[in-house]
């Protein structure tokens, strides 16, 4: 997939270098206080950034299996699609997710977005 050009309407900051995001599973990250988790998912490559507390009870989804494009919480085993940060077994609350993208080898993330959207 080619580059795909910067929205700059949206206050992107640079969160990780990609290469410390291992592909197919969870990277914790904390910006500014903030605890979130970085999938580097495949099929189609691409990175998504959800907060790294499960709605549930506040689980490290960081550390959760990833198959395909959904993760479970290790502590309960809700999972979530992370297209749409939707919990897939029930009407659970989503996680919040934010706008996310790879660029220049860093994953930068929209942390001011509200993080319901899906983008
Ligand atoms: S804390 Fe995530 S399922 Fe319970």
């Known amino acids: 997939m080619p580059p795909q050009p910067v929205d700059t309407t949206m206050a992107y900051v640079k969160l990780i270098e990609v290469v410390r995001c291992a592909e197919g599973c969870g990277t914790?990250?904390?910006h500014d206080g903030r605890e979130?988790?970085?999938?580097r998912?495949?099929?189609p490559?691409?990175?998504v950034v959800t907060d790294n507390a499960c709605p549930h009870a506040n689980g490290n989804l960081s550390a959760g299996d990833v198959?395909?494009?959904v993760v479970s919480c290790p502590w309960?085993?809700?999972r979530f699609d992370?297209?749409?940060g939707v919990c897939v077994d029930s009407?659970?609350?989503r996680v919040a997710r934010y706008p996310a993208e790879s660029r220049d080898g860093f994953v930068y993330v929209d942390l001011d977005a509200t993080g319901e959207s899906d983008h």
């Open 28 to 30: 914790f990250v904390e």
């Open 36 to 39: 979130l988790a970085v999938f």
């Open 41 to 43: 998912l495949t099929n």
């Open 45 to 47: 490559t691409r990175v």
């Open 67 to 69: 198959v395909g494009q």
């Open 76 to 78: 309960h085993d809700w």
């Open 82 to 84: 992370l297209n749409t």
């Open 91 to 93: 009407a659970h609350p």
